[in-house]
């Protein structure tokens, strides 16, 4: 866990962290710095009036990074689709090999970020599920009755809305 004073090493880790798209709970794991301590450090970068605080204006800055280089491909791609055969396109098929390779990756990690994000979230309905029937079971006989007159329908529904998107 992290301790008092640290907060001059870990914010600008954490704040890149965000940036590249990991979330508070990520974060928490790695640095060992609580989820609230992370909301008050992202909080306070909001400026009055502005509907993005710092670290989401650096997350989009990155995404937009990513359109960027993909924009950057089309053109060297059309560059060497409208260059004559025989002109010297060394350094354009290396430009667009590297551009392609970092887009691929850059997209490689974004669907991988989208594939954790949707198990963590059905994972959490489960739970959510779990809670209550433990809850029932305790508490409210009819609870558990509802439930498992339609659970399936439930488990179908959690997966549903808490799919990759």
């Known amino acids: 866990m992290a301790e008092r004073g640290d907060k001059t ?3 600008p ?18 640095l060992g710095v609580s989820r609230q301590t992370l909301s008050v450090w992202k909080r306070d970068t909001l400026t009055p009036g ?3 605080d710092e670290w989401d204006k650096a997350r989009e800055k990155r995404l937009s990074y990513v359109q960027r280089m993909e924009n950057l491909l089309d053109r060297e791609l059309e ?17 667009i090999s590297k551009l392609g390779a970092l887009v691929q990756r850059f997209k490689q990690a974004e669907q991988e970020a989208q594939m954790k994000s949707a198990a963590q979230r059905q994972a959490l309905f489960l739970d959510f599920v779990r809670d209550l029937i433990d809850y029932g079971s305790r508490n409210d006989d009819e609870l558990v009755s509802v439930l498992e007159r339609n659970f399936d329908d439930l488990v179908q529904w959690g997966r549903e809305k808490y799919e990759a998107r």
Do not use: C, F, P, W
């Not at 880790?13 to 790695?30: C, F, H, N, P, Q």
């Not at 560059?79 to 290396?94: K, M, P, V």
């Open 9 to 11: 090493k870990l914010y």
């Open 13 to 30: 880790v954490a704040m890149r962290m965000y940036g590249d798209g990991k979330s508070l709970t990520e974060i928490e794991d790695v």
């Open 79 to 95: 560059h060497a689709e409208n260059s004559q055969a025989g002109q010297g396109l060394g350094a354009t098929y290396d430009s």
């Open 50 to 52: 502005e509907e993005l």
